[in-house]
């Protein structure tokens, strides 16, 4: 199971540790800073990625993709 966050500029996706929650985080690609969600936001990632056993991307509102 594994979280990505998806940039808000170039759609690439960075892979999240427990540390970079509801912090902020450069893209790898763009260089462009964006929020990383909070845990109360990520804690439906988890779950859908724990459902899915699969990895999934949250976006800088929490938003998740599969
Ligand atoms: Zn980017």
Do not use: W
Request: with cysteine.
């Amino acid at each position: 199971m594994r979280i990505k966050a998806k940039c808000p500029v170039c759609t690439e996706t960075v892979e999240l540790t427990i540390h970079h929650l509801d912090r902020r985080q450069y893209c790898t690609k763009c260089g462009r800073m964006f929020k990383i969600p909070d845990a109360d936001k990520l804690q439906k990632a988890i779950e859908t990625a724990k459902q899915a056993g699969n990895s999934v991307i949250v976006d800088e509102n929490g938003r998740i993709y599969g």
